[in-house]
């Protein structure tokens, strides 16, 4: 793997972060006169990667600035001031994790074992390091996690119609005719789909259409930027079917053998063509048909759904209905065609090594994840009769800025009763109200296994560099913890790499020194296989118009029994006039970057997207400050104006810290955390909200 440089050593890794992308690098190793690594230069794609294709984005070609960040965590901490001061003084490892268990311990005789809520999630995507966190859980039977902050809708959505969570190649982007890319902006949040749209485009003219709320750095790159009212994707999908059967574009032999109700479809989308669609979605009568008929006359038309378009209330109806347009269409039969949205299914692990699923009580409850204000404050709901939590370990997340409603998740932090630990690289939000602060390794500091939901990849993450200070990786926590507490179960004697190891083994896979040998391992599945030829996901093999909702979440009354636009989301009125979307800002990775100084210069403060024509009716200016507000609170940020999107549309890009905004909550004040029908899931995107100049506000306030 090795490769001279003229500075230091090139080896090869993966991009640990929350990316579909899951690049593939190569990162520029520094070491001593030992030979031991000690810090990292450059980072850049591997050319020999078929989907990274030697692209990676701007933030991670940094990450040396993240790796030697003066404000690494290098020791463990224990509070010394208030909860949430950020006073702290260091300890050692020793007395850390003797503090932890004896809480943890004392919390459990007490209250019973559900008490203590282990919370993680995907600040790292090792399966070894983020996943271990379920091995104590599962020993100590301690409450689970129902994980809802961002892919629980979309799974929701995709499962109802195909089945399975696989897909068409998605380097047969490069091979279609026309993409779509669906509620989401790959230019900030996955850039290597832009790389295959580049070569479609330059090989075969390929047409690129974005459907998106606002015009982001996809949809300025875009043939054709469909800026649709947030939450009414469903809407725009059945006309563009209505339109399929009216005009005969309806693939009638495909949809015969491959669906389970096509009658009833077509006789339900007889209602709802472009002009129904045009007063839902906000987009002109001809905008719509135009799309249509670009997309019913392209063979090769692969849509590439996006996450943003599911995180509202009707978010899972719409991925399904998004997912009905290949189907009567029969796009899926084409190479180039059909829809992708995650490649997980192809991977088929066994986990019960890294999660300890042998030894999982299926009576222990599961908590919500996106409601941790609401368990963390006692909710019943949440709660249900079992006991309050009063005990954390988090590792990989900070919820106190990305979790809904977060007022609420700051008073059930600021809990005087509550035990914290949090397991970090910086001194987080959350970190802040933490009772003991571990400091964590860095993706290059230990081992761990990488799959890709973006394309077909298994990779392996090997440590390269000693870590900093005290940093310890995620296993060596859970083993630290396990020991104390007594919690039993092979994988806490093993190795990050054994653990590695013997899960790629039990998967059917290589083992570990087979896949380093060739860098990585494509599991991509033959063409019949990802384009459902063989079958959709379903026992009968046909996909689904009138999905099975009951079977895949509680709250499925509520679903449309075909697909619809569903009336759900948080409607504007009167008082709330706009429609706000926290869509992702391209430097910052949730709020992984939020802490190096290359990206918050770029990202310069948080932001209002607004209309001109709104802007001139509110008085606002180009960089004056307004105030957007709800029942759940208001928050201050800068104005910009914006064209490209509808009026009465405000966007919002996140996720910056709490601190970043004046009065120290972020944006996630607004948001709500109702679950998404109908199995949970947060509505990031799916807020009304009021919108007024602040400086107007003030000087008003100061003359009365
Ligand atoms: N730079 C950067 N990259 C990231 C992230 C980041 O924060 N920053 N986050 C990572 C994570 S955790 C994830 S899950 C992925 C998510 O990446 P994406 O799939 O891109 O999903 P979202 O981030 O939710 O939003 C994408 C787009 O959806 C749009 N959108 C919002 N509401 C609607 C709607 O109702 N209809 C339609 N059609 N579009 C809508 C938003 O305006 C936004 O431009 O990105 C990952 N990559
Ligand atoms: N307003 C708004 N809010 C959102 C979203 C949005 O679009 N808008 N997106 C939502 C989505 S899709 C998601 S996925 C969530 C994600 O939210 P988070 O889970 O908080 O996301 P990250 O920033 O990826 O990771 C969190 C932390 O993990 C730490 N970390 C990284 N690697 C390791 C490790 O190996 N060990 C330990 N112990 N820690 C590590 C990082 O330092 C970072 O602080 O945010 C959600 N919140
Ligand atoms: S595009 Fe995504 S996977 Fe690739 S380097 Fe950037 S954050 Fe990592
Ligand atoms: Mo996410």
Redesign the pocket.
């Known amino acids: 793997m090795a490769e001279s440089g003229a500075r230091g050593d090139f080896q090869g890794t993966t991009c640990?972060?929350?990316c579909p992308s899951t690049c593939a690098l190569e990162v520029e190793v520094r070491r001593d006169a030992g030979g031991v690594g000690r810090g990292i230069g450059t980072v850049r794609g591997a050319e020999a990667n078929s989907y990274t294709a030697g692209v990676i984005c701007a933030k991670v070609a940094r990450y040396a600035e993240r790796v030697h960040h003066p404000d690494r965590l290098l020791r463990p901490l224990l509070r010394t001031g208030p909860k949430g001061s950020g006073q702290f003084r260091e300890i050692g490892w020793e007395e850390a994790l003797d503090r932890v268990a004896e809480a943890f311990a004392e919390r459990t005789a007490r209250h019973g074992s559900e008490t203590v809520w282990p919370y993680?999630?995907?600040?790292?995507m090792?399966l070894v390091?983020?996943d271990g966190i379920h091995r104590l859980r599962h020993a100590l039977r301690y409450s689970g996690q129902l994980n809802t902050?961002?892919?629980a809708l979309c799974e929701a959505g995709w499962m109802a119609g195909t089945g399975r969570y696989a897909g068409p190649d998605p380097r047969e982007m490069a091979e279609a005719d026309l993409i779509v890319m669906w509620g989401g902006n790959p230019v900030a949040t996955q850039v290597n789909v832009m790389t295959h749209v580049s070569r479609a485009r330059k090989q075969r003219g390929a047409r690129f259409v974005v459907i998106d709320p606002y015009r982001t750095g996809t949809a300025a790159a875009a043939d054709l930027h469909l800026a649709l009212r947030p939450g009414t994707d469903g809407a725009l999908a059945c006309a563009v079917m209505h339109v399929a059967f009216r005009d005969g574009y309806a693939d009638r032999d495909y949809i015969l053998r491959a669906s389970d109700a096509p009658d009833d479809l077509e006789a339900h989308l007889a209602t709802r063509g472009p002009a129904w669609a045009s007063a839902i979605t906000g987009l002109s009568v001809a905008e719509i048909e135009g799309f249509a008929r670009l997309y019913c006359e392209t063979e090769r038309a692969y849509i590439r759904c996006g996450?943003?378009f599911s995180?509202s209330r009707n978010g899972a109806a719409a991925l399904h209905a998004v997912t009905c347009l290949p189907t009567v269409t029969g796009k899926w039969r084409h190479r180039g065609g059909g829809a992708f949205w995650s490649n997980r299914a192809i991977y088929h692990w066994d986990k019960t090594l890294i999660e300890g699923l042998d030894a999982r009580d299926p009576s222990i409850r599961v908590l919500d994840q996106s409601r941790i204000g609401a368990v963390l404050t006692g909710d019943r709901r949440d709660l249900g009769d079992g006991p309050p939590v009063t005990a954390l370990l988090?590792?990989?997340?900070?919820?106190v800025?990305?979790?809904?409603a977060s007022g609420k998740v700051r008073r059930g932090f600021a809990r005087e009763d509550l035990f914290t630990c949090?397991?970090?690289?910086?001194m987080?939000d959350?970190?802040q109200y933490a009772d003991v602060v571990?400091p964590?390794?860095?993706?290059v500091e230990?081992d761990?296994l990488y799959q890709s939901g973006g394309h077909s990849h298994i990779q392996l993450g090997p440590k390269i560099v000693e870590p900093p200070g005290e940093c310890r990786?995620?296993h060596e926590?859970l083993q630290g913890l396990a020991r104390r507490l007594g919690a039993e179960h092979r994988g806490f004697s093993m190795t990050a790499r054994e653990i590695a190891d013997a899960t790629l083994r039990a998967s059917g896979w290589p083992g570990w020194e087979e896949i380093a040998a060739g860098r990585w391992l494509d599991a991509q599945p033959d063409f019949a296989t990802a384009h459902f030829e063989t079958g959709f996901g379903h026992a009968d093999g046909k996909f689904r118009f009138a999905p099975d909702w009951a079977a895949i979440g509680p709250d499925h009354a509520r679903m449309p029994r075909l697909p619809d636009h569903m009336e759900a989301v948080d409607a504007a009125d009167g008082e709330h006039p706009f429609r706000m979307v926290?869509?992702?800002a391209r430097q910052?990775?949730?709020?992984?970057?939020?802490?190096t100084p290359g990206a918050r210069r770029r990202e310069v403060r948080p932001t209002a997207l607004l209309h001109p024509r709104d802007a001139a009716r509110l008085g606002v200016p180009e960089g004056g400050r307004v105030r957007l507000g709800n029942a759940r609170g208001e928050v201050v940020v800068t104005a910009r104006l914006a064209e490209g999107q509808q009026e009465g549309v405000v966007i919002?890009e996140?996720?910056w810290p709490n601190g970043d905004f004046e009065g120290g909550m972020?944006?996630?004040l607004l948001?709500s955390d109702d679950p998404g029908p109908p199995k949970g899931g947060?509505v990031?995107?799916d807020t009304a909200v009021w919108v007024r100049p602040a400086a107007a506000e003030v000087e008003r306030l100061a003359a009365e």
């Open positions: 640990p972060h929350d993680y999630y995907a600040g790292t090792g390091q983020r902050i961002c892919t996450y943003g995180r988090i590792q990989n997340t900070n919820p800025v990305v979790a809904p949090v397991h970090e690289q910086f987080t959350t970190a571990l964590a390794t860095m993706f230990h761990d990786s995620n926590v926290t869509a992702p910052f990775l949730n709020t992984t970057f939020t802490e919002v996140s996720v972020g944006i996630n948001v947060a990031f995107h």
